[in-house]
């Protein structure tokens, strides 16, 4: 009817065209659709490549900062590997300067103790020369001291005082040194006193012969003769060149040995204590024998 009737078909697409697109349009709208189609998957498109070209640069920066590090551990391993080296040399260059020094201090060690026990057996030498001097001489009628110059009793048994040549070393470079020393004037002995009959026995015992009695001999005459043994023993034992007339003050040993009073030259325990700390001598530690 309506390909029969064109009237017909105009009134029933006049009626349509109101509520339905015609062809034309609806083609239109499908273009419309598909071009909107297009955009969107290519604003997509877009999206995602920008996406991935950020991830890309995300993981070019991560993998630039991952090579950072891994070339600062590489220098961190660098340097650790140089500082072990370094400190291996160090303790090697550490252990050889001990090693020397050990070896060094065990050489003067044996050096000192052989030099010791040379000393010892010249002074073992030199006792007995002057052991078979003595045997020259009647060793049999007296003491030790007596024979030395005690004039008397009261003499032997006379409270006394000596000076150590250590604490007097010391004493007088603290003098020489210290401004608590300035204008004064210090008489140094030992800090203890004792009596000759205490010590002579010791002495004795030292030199291998017997108490007795006292008897009174002046070393400044018994001595005067005895240089040539002096000389004589100097050569043999290799001792110091020291002359003879310079070696002891035989008239002060007789002054010294004769004082028939108790002497007692201030208070040297007070000295020792207040002035010049640390300093003891005991005149029965001296030679170690009394």
Same mark, same amino acid.
């Given at each position: *009817?309506?390909? #029969?009737?064109?009237?017909?078909?105009?009134?029933?697409?006049?009626?349509?065209?109101?509520?339905?697109?015609?062809?034309?349009?609806?083609?239109?709208?499908?273009?419309?659709?598909?071009?909107?189609?297009?955009?969107?998957?290519?604003?997509?498109?877009?999206?995602?490549?920008?996406?991935?070209?950020?991830?890309?640069?995300?993981?070019?920066?991560? +993998?630039?900062?991952?090579?950072?590090?891994?070339?600062?551990?590489?220098?961190? +391993?660098?340097?650790?590997?140089?500082?072990?080296?370094?400190?291996?040399?160090?303790? #090697?260059?550490?252990?050889?300067?001990?090693? @020397?020094?050990?070896?060094?201090?065990?050489?003067?060690?044996?050096?000192?103790?052989?030099?010791?026990?040379? &000393?010892?057996?010249?002074?073992?030498?030199?006792?007995?020369?002057? *052991? %078979?001097? %003595?045997?020259?001489?009647?060793?049999?009628?007296?003491?030790?001291?007596?024979?030395?110059?005690?004039? &008397?009793?009261? %003499? @032997?048994?006379?409270?006394?005082?000596?000076?150590?040549?250590?604490?007097?070393?010391?004493?007088?470079?603290?003098?020489?040194? &210290?401004?608590? %020393?300035?204008?004064?004037? @210090?008489?140094?002995?030992?800090?203890? !006193?004792?009596?000759?009959?205490?010590?002579?026995?010791?002495? #004795?015992? #030292?030199?291998?012969?017997?108490?007795?009695?006292?008897?009174?001999?002046?070393?400044?005459?018994? *001595?005067?003769?005895?240089?040539?043994? =002096? &000389?004589?023993?100097?050569?043999? !034992?290799?001792?110091?060149?020291?002359?003879?007339?310079?070696?002891?003050?035989?008239?002060?040993?007789?002054?010294?040995?004769?004082?028939? !009073?108790?002497?007692? =030259?201030?208070?040297?325990?007070? @000295?020792?204590?207040?002035? !010049?700390?640390? *300093?003891?001598?005991?005149?029965?530690?001296?030679?170690?024998?009394?």
């Amino acid at each position: *009817m309506l390909r #029969a009737d064109p009237a017909f078909r105009d009134y029933v697409l006049e009626l349509t065209r109101r509520a339905y697109a015609d062809r034309v349009e609806t083609e239109s709208r499908f273009d419309r659709v598909l071009d909107e189609l297009r955009r969107d998957r290519e604003a997509q498109a877009r999206t995602w490549e920008e996406q991935k070209r950020e991830e890309h640069l995300k993981w070019e920066e991560q +993998n630039r900062r991952w090579e950072e590090q891994n070339l600062k551990w590489e220098e961190q +391993n660098r340097r650790w590997e140089e500082l072990k080296r370094e400190d291996s040399l160090k303790w #090697a260059a550490h252990d050889r300067e001990a090693k @020397f020094k050990w070896d060094e201090q065990a050489r003067l060690w044996e050096e000192s103790t052989r030099k010791w026990q040379e &000393s010892g057996r010249r002074f073992d030498r030199v006792h007995e020369e002057i *052991m %078979a001097q %003595a045997r020259k001489f009647d060793r049999s009628i007296g003491a030790l001291g007596a024979r030395w110059g005690l004039r &008397s009793e009261k %003499a @032997f048994r006379a409270l006394y005082q000596v000076t150590d040549s250590e604490l007097l070393a010391a004493c007088m470079h603290w003098c020489a040194t &210290s401004p608590a %020393a300035r204008d004064e004037v @210090f008489n140094i002995t030992n800090t203890d !006193y004792f009596r000759w009959e205490n010590l002579w026995p010791g002495f #004795a015992r #030292a030199f291998d012969m017997p108490p007795g009695g006292v008897q009174t001999i002046r070393l400044a005459e018994f *001595m005067a003769d005895k240089g040539p043994l =002096w &000389s004589a023993m100097q050569k043999r !034992y290799d001792l110091l060149p020291i002359a003879y007339d310079q070696l002891v003050a035989w008239p002060f040993v007789d002054y010294c040995l004769t004082r028939d !009073y108790d002497a007692r =030259w201030g208070d040297p325990t007070e @000295f020792v204590q207040e002035v !010049y700390r640390g *300093m003891w001598a005991h005149t029965y530690d001296m030679g170690g024998f009394i």
